[in-house]
């Protein structure tokens, strides 16, 4: 009996340590995550309106033109997406209604990595990337979205 009194506080710190150093790394994953994808979509949102990053300079497939025609020749769907790329990116970077911007900027996401995956594979890579931190954002804000899910 002595010999748990003794032993227990130790326990508890080191159990206690090893819990408390993990977890400042996953919430400054989570920052660092939130900030990558708010800045990414933020500066290609507003580069949709102000184009200050030039195109590139190898030739774009046929394909990809087409789409990116079509939505331009819609009048509305390019702004649409840009804008909301925009709002998302903001939102993310400011900390504020990340479980809602989250959502909102998940079609996007899909359409970007659909877009590469099917008409412009070289920029696949990148399209993954960031549909991962899309993923492990939502997964660290899972219990926000569990009222949508909850069948009534």
């Known amino acids: 009996m002595a010999t748990d009194i003794l032993t227990a506080p130790f326990a508890a710190t080191t159990q206690t340590t090893t819990t408390a150093a993990s977890r400042p790394i996953a919430r400054h ?3 660092a995550g ?3 994808l708010g800045l990414v979509f933020f500066v290609f949102g507003l580069n949709g309106f102000l184009n200050f990053i030039p195109p590139p300079a190898a030739p774009v497939p046929a394909g990809a033109m087409a789409f990116a025609g079509a939505l331009l020749q819609t009048g509305y769907m390019f702004p649409l997406i840009k804008g909301t790329e925009v709002v998302a990116g903001a939102l993310l970077l400011t900390n504020r209604f990340v479980p809602l911007a989250l959502v909102i900027i998940a079609p996007v996401i899909v359409n970007i990595v659909a877009f590469h995956a099917f008409l412009e594979p070289s920029g696949l ?3 993954l990337v960031i549909a991962a931190i899309e993923i492990a ?3 660290a804000h899972r219990a926000s979205y569990r009222p949508l899910l909850a069948a009534r």
């Open 125 to 127: 890579v990148l399209a």
């Open 137 to 139: 954002l939502a997964w």
């Open 34 to 36: 939130r900030i990558l």
């Open 29 to 31: 994953a989570v920052t």
